[in-house]
DNA sequence: ACCTGAACACCGTTCAAGT
DNA sequence: ACCTGAACACCGTTCAAGT
């Protein structure tokens, strides 16, 4: 800064042209985005309304609209938003294990969709296109494709991994919100209705009702084993693939 | 029909005491859930809202609370009625195959999601309590305990599969609606960006992008390919608890 | 008991009018 | 160019009043 600069006018000066005492930021896409997710962490994505959203950003609803087609649109950005805080590992060396990397990216998803309570919800039906989701695709299909996934398996185990993973990472912020804080009384009314049903249409149903129940609960060994599934799942179809 | 049965009373009667031309039926849960799933199939699920229903029945939307708890019971009603189409095999022997009848479960299930627009939306995030629900997952869970995959693996294979199906038969109700009825031109817009994308960021995804977008026509093959993961992973897991 | 008109507290989106 | 008040055409749900 060179000593010929102009001093900044005093706090106290009530002189010039005065600013209000809280400059409105100026409306800009990332604002909007920002005000959106933070509505979304404290009390979910159906309050995240474009009223709402303009609310929180001190104008009305229609103000959205000069920086985001719609809703939809806002929600497609939300969505990238998220996918930016996904954990990616560097490109992969060729030949090396590809099934506990493509793991930990699943993983890093779900968590970063778990960050931001019912998100994973507008990823269903969507296919990616922002910037930070295709990072994460392109991550996913490095991966498998260095490690010997043949393309023909790969493109289409990224859609099933894509959609399992949102699709879990939902139904866990569905229960999460219906167990509610304690816990336990959801719980123990699946349960008893699961214990209650009659043995001669439901035989394996009612058998198998503890562990059905119990298996509610336990949502990281559930999402764990789903995992396992589709690794397992796409590991037998590339051994195929290669040696058929 | 026999002689002596009466002869109805020309149209042009007057007499008599008059009933209104087209007697409304009475309003029932049936009635109600009959004319819901109506407008989904002509409009899709986002259409059947409670003044929709109502309108359709002849009535206001506040008439419908006598027999429905509101609208998230109704949508659980909804689901009931289109579990009950999803063909199910009889009991199976003990130590049968375990793996083709499962997946023609999955597959009937998916037929059924697809008859009735984007319904499958309404099993995601929901615990499936009705009676047709209930007895789809006991098919499945049956046909496992028969084929020896054992209880810890079946609990949990059924929720990755039941959530496998819905979300699958979802996305693929919202890319029908979105390639809407020629198909080529939503299709070629996102093959075109996908080929556009910059290289050095995206190399993979570049370098398969044809093969990417390939498989989202390719519907059917998809939903092979995935049911494959499926089945594939829970094989490998059943005969890793049986030998481990 | 069953039904319902009217109202309440919301939506997303548009558009003419303002600066 | 950017913003916005007011309006439009909807929602789900409630409730007092009717039969």
Redesign the pocket.
Known sequence: MSSGDALPPPPWSAGGRRRPPRA?P??TREAIVEAALAIVDAEGLE????????HA???????????V????E?LELLFDRVAAEIELPPPPPPGGDWQEPLKAVCRSTRDAYARHRDIAYVTLGRIPTGANALAVAEAMLAIMDAGGVPPDVSTYAIDALSLFVGATAYEESISATQFGGHGSEYFETVHAYFAALPLERFPTLARLADRLTRSETREGERFEFALDVQVCGIAALTADASGG
Chains 1, 2 share one sequence.
């Open positions: 409105k100026p409306l309050a995240a309304t474009m009223r709402r959203v303009a950003l001190d104008t009305g609803p229609a103000s959205l609209y000069q920086h087609a719609g809703k939809d806002l």
